[in-house]
């Protein structure tokens, strides 16, 4: 089993960025590839990016393609996602989640979920 939990969300103004961190537990993280999702209130969750177990490949959403990177770093058994030119509209809790598969999107394919971290970008 794997635990994992978020940190780095925050009130930020539009334009502005926030990174964020996903710290998991156990041996086995490399073993995983990990993905990052969002949700709004009264929307739902919605794919983000993901990154494959070594890091070497990646794959993000339109909607945060270019503002967003996603990265990870095995030594620490921590997931990353950098977030830059922030919109009000990406206001949402952030959760990351592990995967047997990169280029999964949908949340059904990801087995193990952190509680979430609240990103609030203001206009």
């Known amino acids: 089993q794997v635990q994992l939990v978020e940190s780095g969300g925050g009130l930020v103004q539009a334009g502005g960025s926030l990174r964020l961190s996903c710290a998991a537990s156990?041996?086995?993280?490399?073993?995983?590839?990990m993905g990052w999702f969002r949700q709004a209130p009264g929307k739902e969750r919605e794919f983000v990016a993901a990154i494959s177990r070594s890091g070497g490949n990646t794959y993000y959403a339109d909607s945060v393609k270019g503002r967003f990177t996603i990265s990870r770093d095995n030594a620490k058994n921590t997931v990353y996602l950098q977030m830059n030119s922030l919109k009000p509209e990406d206001t949402a809790v952030y959760y990351c989640?592990?995967?047997?598969?990169?280029?999964?999107?949908?949340?059904?394919?990801?087995?193990?979920w952190g509680q979430g971290t609240q990103v609030t970008v203001s206009s």
């Open positions: 156990g041996r086995t993280f490399s073993s995983y590839a």
């Open positions: 989640a592990t995967s047997s598969s990169w280029y999964a999107t949908r949340p059904l394919l990801y087995e193990y």
